[in-house]
Every structure is written in C-alpha cells, then in structure tokens.
C-alpha cells in the first residue's frame, strides 16, 4: 500500500500541487466569479465572467473570512463582490454609502450626506455605443455624486412619481407580510427603515425611503439597473467582513439567450 501511495504522489503530484495553489490563489488572492443576473446594466451584463480582486482592501486566511491584515475600506462607487446576508448567495453591486454616510432614496434619487446626485440623460449615439438590447424601452442617466460618475439604468425619470411611490405611501403604516427578516437585517437603523425594506421586498415598492444613517461596519449597496436590482433596499445592510473584493474586470463573456454565444468585444475589458 505504501509503495501504491508513493506511485501515486509521484505521478500526481505536480497536478495536486497546481490545483491546491489555485484554490489558495482564488479563495484569498483573485477569482473569477459569473454574473448571474442584469442588475448592473449597463456596465455589466448577465453571463459576463468578472476578475475579482481579492487583495485590493487586505490578506484574508485562505477559505475563512479572517483577515491576516487589513490595509484599505470598500470606497463608494466601487463595483465589489459579496455574500447576500439572507441566503448566502454571491452578489455583485456597486457600494452607494459607507459607514457613517446618511442615506435617503427619494423617487428614484441618490441622497447622500444632503447632496442630491446630479442626473444628466445620455445622448442618443451614447445610448446605441451600449450593449443593451431593446435601449429604446429604458432610460440611461449619468448618475454624478460626491465625486464619482456612473451610468445608471432606470425605467421612468428620476424625480418623476410613480405607482411605487403611492404604494410605498399606502403601506407606511401597515405590514403586508411577515418583515421579521428585515427588521433583524436592517435593525441598526431603526423601525423605519426595517418597514421600508419590507415593503420593497414584498411589494416591490423601492422608489422612495426615509434618510438613514449606515451604522460602523456596514455598508449600503446599490445594482446599476435600479429598478431591477435585489440590492440593499431588499436584503439590507451588507456586513464588511462579507465583502470579498473589488470586481476589476471583464475575463469573457457569453450571451445565455444565444445559447451562449461567445461576446467577444467584452473579453478582458475593464469595468472602469
């Protein structure tokens, strides 16, 4: 038997040495994770594979989440990866306030820390440059806040009522169902917001929320495709040691609903 085992080391080796730097390389260094969903079109589209950037805030201990040493923060703006606090499952968004930031989302507008993000509508040959089919039935807008500029992706203008917004008005003082999930998630930033959460996740009443505050730790997270997004107005407030790594780049691409034909144009890209 020891002679079988000796064989085997040997002939296996090098592969097993590879595959075990790998695994240590992608759970602690970079990885390469599938995007499963549109919620942040435009910039990035459902079957596109991003790098992520495992090193970019500190070391973490290979397949733990127990940082060695820790050097920077999640900035806003940044586009990260992290687990959903509900159920575990890997999400992909862009970080909209950091602790301490307070935070209000008033139909379909970015509050942050009083200042209002500023809205510019894309020009028409901006829009047809983005990989989105059917572009005529959305609306794209430069979403400019405390520095940072991105494209958001939204169903009717901002600032505009909406059936969302009566919604969200009828339900203030009501539960329509069972929010005692969201008030766990969201209880830092008291009863308001847990209730505004509900409602969103049970309504789908996301135009509008109270300001809050984010509590130390914690961090709000926004999809680019705002009306579309299982975002923090859904799952609420994302725990800083569940935020893995800053998505860096496009690796490739494939179009699910061209049974996965291959985009090209979008290999290696970068997100910036």
Not at 256 to 267: G, L, N
Request: one cysteine or more; glycine letters at 8%; charged letters at 25%.
């Amino acid at each position: 038997m020891r002679e079988r085992l000796a064989k085997l080391w040997a002939d296996w080796r090098g592969l097993l040495l590879f595959v075990a730097i790998m695994l240590v390389f992608r759970s602690a260094v970079a990885d390469w994770n599938q995007v499963p969903s549109g919620s942040m079109k435009p910039g990035i589209l459902d079957g596109d594979r991003i790098v992520v950037d495992k090193l970019a805030w500190g070391l973490r201990l290979p397949f733990t989440d127990t940082r060695i040493v820790r050097w920077d923060h999640p900035a806003r703006g940044e586009v990260v990866t992290f687990e959903n606090p509900l159920d575990g499952r890997l999400f992909v968004k862009r970080v909209v306030a950091v602790p301490g930031d307070i935070v209000e989302w008033r139909r379909k507008q970015l509050f942050v820390n009083g200042e209002r993000a500023r809205y510019a509508r894309l020009r028409q040959k901006e829009i047809d440059k983005l990989p989105i089919v059917g572009a005529s039935r959305y609306r794209f807008y430069y979403e400019q806040l405390l520095g940072e500029r991105r494209i958001v992706m939204l169903h009717s203008e901002p600032g505009s009522s909406s059936p969302g917004d009566r919604m969200a008005m009828s339900l203030a003082g009501s539960k329509a169902h069972s929010c005692g999930q969201y008030e766990a998630v969201a209880a830092a930033a008291g009863k308001a917001l847990a209730a505004a959460v509900c409602r969103c996740a049970g309504t789908s009443a996301c135009s509008t929320f109270p300001a809050f505050t984010v509590p130390s730790g914690k961090y709000w997270m926004m999809g680019d495709y705002r009306d579309n997004s299982s975002d923090s107005r859904v799952i609420g407030f994302v725990d800083r040691r569940n935020i893995y790594g800053r998505a860096h780049a496009i690796a490739f691409s494939v179009d699910k609903s061209s049974f996965y034909r291959p985009r090209f144009k979008r290999f290696f890209t970068d997100l910036s």
